[in-house]
């Protein structure tokens, strides 16, 4: 499989441990269809191995269309080992109280999990988590649905039954039945949220873990944060602009001047660093564009409106005028002549 812009995004490879032994509980050989998402089954035993985060969420969509079930992702964390995320996991099942899980995972899920948001506010009633991913992560509902009932399986060795006080907003499209979400999770869930969050109240910060190994807590939390986060090198300003730039299409005042700045170095530095790499700012947002709107076309039922929008055009027009540019036709003709990608 080609790579993408996309496979920059990293989420360590035993998070995935659980979803071939689910789906040959179903009776699918899941391994071939890991390959061809260009993913290695092997690696998904390795303790501290990272794949790419957005071919494994295409591993799951895919085994979620070929089991008929939307409800895959939530399904397979039942074969999700706690440690399976090596010491961030151990970490997690260690913490003392409510209030050191939520403060260690929202300092180190982008660890395990690239997210573009993570968050932790605590204020007087409620605490609120937050997190997503990249845009460039098109296909993630099973992923998030795995990733939030891993993190449930931890809180309900703090809360027990009392988990249920949890709110919970997901991004992911409402399904055709909740019933699943709220006995696994909480009641308390809603779709369709703009990032996915998790709602407590502060009285529940308090509550201990009864299994709680003080000492293995600050050994593995030790480790993880000693890890850092996999960034393009400081000295590759052109793999910096161009993930920053592929994330942030919709960013109408993507400029050299404003990616200079976010980068602490001048417009006239920045362009020669391009001019250096045979490339230039245009060149770099014209490319993330065409890869982009081809995916965008190909793997998702957007109108050829929102797509423009989201790649960043103020309208279909230039989009079509660009789409003819790089594929050779409109932007409905390639779709409907690669239709069988989809």
């Known amino acids: 499989m080609k790579s993408s812009l996309a496979d920059q995004f990293e989420v360590a490879a035993g998070l995935a441990s659980g979803i071939s032994r689910f789906a040959a509980g179903l ?37 979620a269309l070929i089991s008929g079930d939307d ?5 397979s964390a039942s074969e999700f080992q706690k440690g ?16 050191d899980c939520l403060i260690f995972l929202g300092r180190n899920l982008q660890k395990i ?56 907003q997901l991004e992911r499209k409402k399904p055709a039945n909740t019933n699943l979400h709220k006995q696994l999770l909480t009641p308390h869930v809603s779709f369709g949220a703009a990032v996915n969050a998790l709602i407590l109240p502060v009285e529940l910060l ?10 293995l807590f600050a050994m593995m939390a030790q480790q993880v944060e000693a890890m850092e986060p996999r960034r393009p090198p400081a ?23 404003s990616e200079a700045e976010r980068l602490g170095m001048s417009s006239r530095t920045l362009q020669r660093r391009l001019a250096d790499a045979g490339t230039s700012m245009q060149s770099i947002l014209d490319d993330c564009r ?13 109108t050829l409106s929102s797509i423009a929008y989201r790649v960043g055009f103020s309208a279909p027009a230039a989009f079509t005028r660009s789409a ?10 390639y779709r409907q002549k690669h239709a069988t990608a989809v």
């Open 290 to 302: 065409k890869e982009m709107a081809g995916r965008l076309l190909l793997e998702t039922n957007l």
């Open 206 to 215: 308090g509550r201990t873990n009864p299994q709680a190994d003080p000492q």
């Open 71 to 75: 409800l895959f992702g939530l399904k």
């Open 324 to 333: 003819i540019r790089w594929f050779g036709m409109t932007p409905s003709e």
């Open 113 to 168: 999990s690239e997210t573009s948001i993570c968050t932790l506010e605590i204020g007087p009633r409620t605490a609120h988590f937050e997190w997503t991913y990249s845009p460039l992560i098109l296909h993630r509902t099973q992923f998030v649905d795995l990733g939030t009932a891993q993190t449930f399986t931890h809180l309900r060795a703090f809360l027990g039954d009392d988990v249920s006080r949890i709110g919970l």
């Open 27 to 63: 009776g699918i050989d899941a391994d071939p269809i890991a390959r061809a998402c260009g993913l290695e089954p092997a690696r998904f035993t390795a303790i501290g191995e990272r794949i790419s985060l957005d071919r494994l969420c295409r591993y799951m969509e895919a085994l």
């Open 84 to 99: 399976a995320s090596g010491p961030f996991g151990y970490a997690m099942m260690n913490a003392a109280t409510v209030r």
């Open 235 to 257: 000295d590759d300003p052109v793999a910096a602009v161009r993930l920053y730039v592929a994330a942030n299409l919709e960013n109408k005042t993507l400029t050299l001047a």
